[in-house]
């Protein structure tokens, strides 16, 4: 179960990480790509829900993720959860992060506790996590099926397309983004298996509205390595940004900035 979590993590973090007119890809790409790059702030709500069948077990899990940031100067706010009705398990964990003059402050409470590490490097940071200003969607969408959709309430482009883990990774350290165990783990077995993704980006102002991808066909492979047949498997992650440059303020809690600055007064393993 642990090697999944940290596959899932990966997974994650490539999102924290996504008829034709006579407008091309690359105009469109360029033009959210440079939208994404200047934010003064955003907000993204992101929704994972797996489903996994096989002859011992059947599990489902939902992972969702809330987050408001600023990047002049940097200030995030983050609620995270995991339901696991099988075992159980409804967590919940809360995480900020801000900038000051000898780096970044991050605070986060799992289990009823809070913990404070910092400060962090300026360039420790930013191979830590993951922002919309590092997205390059030119490199993942430049050869994408397009069409035009309705999404919610606005007229969006949609771009479909198909990556296999290298390209991901590819996109990923373009990004900045350090590879862990769980992405070797990935590349090793799935190295030329294609999942789905597509982006929907809002055809009058070219802002990024969602990503989504299916990784159902992933992870019955990863579980396969791990010794388990899975029958049915349904992973659908969804992200969606919003409140480009209108994010309300917020403030840290005292309780978190006044907690004891040592990352390790929670196991690991006792971190969902």
């Known amino acids: 179960m642990k090697k999944l979590y940290s596959i899932l993590i990966s997974i994650i973090l490539v999102f924290s990480l996504f008829g034709c007119n006579n407008t091309s890809n690359t105009e469109i790409l360029e033009k959210a790509d440079s939208i994404l790059a200047n934010l003064d702030s955003y907000s993204i709500k992101m929704d994972f829900d797996i489903e996994m069948k096989s002859t011992m077990f059947s599990i ?9 940031a600023f990047t002049k100067p940097d200030k995030i706010k983050m609620d995270m959860t995991m339901d696991i009705p099988m075992l159980s398990m409804n967590e919940r964990a809360e ?4 900038e000051a003059e000898d780096g970044i402050y991050m605070y986060s409470c799992v289990q009823g506790k809070w913990i404070k590490e910092g400060p962090i490097s300026f360039e420790n940071y ?4 993951t922002s919309p200003s590092q997205l390059s969607l030119s490199s993942m969408f430049d050869k994408a099926i397009r069409t035009e959709v309705n999404f919610a309430d ?4 949609c771009l479909s397309t198909a990556l296999d883990m290298e390209e991901i990774n590819k996109v ?9 165990s ?8 799935l190295k030329y298996e294609k999942i789905p993704i597509r982006a929907y980006i809002d055809k ?3 802002h990024l509205l969602a990503m989504e991808m299916d990784m159902g066909n992933l992870m019955k492979k990863v579980m396969a390595e791990e010794g388990a047949e899975i029958k049915e498997c349904t992973m659908l992650a969804k992200i969606e940004y919003y409140n480009f440059n209108s994010v309300p303020n917020f403030e840290i809690p005292e309780e978190a900035k006044n907690a004891d600055n040592n990352p390790y007064d929670i196991p690991q393993d006792d971190i969902f």
Request: charged fraction near 25%; aromatic fraction near 10%.
């Open 172 to 180: 990923m350290s373009s990004m900045g983004s350090p590879q862990d």
């Open 60 to 68: 489902t899990m939902k992972i969702g993720m809330n987050c408001d």
């Open 126 to 129: 930013r191979e830590m996590t």
């Open 95 to 98: 995480f900020y992060s801000e």
């Open 154 to 157: 606005k007229k969006a482009y």
């Open 204 to 206: 009058d102002n070219y």
């Open 182 to 189: 769980g992405m070797t783990d990935l590349l090793e077995v």
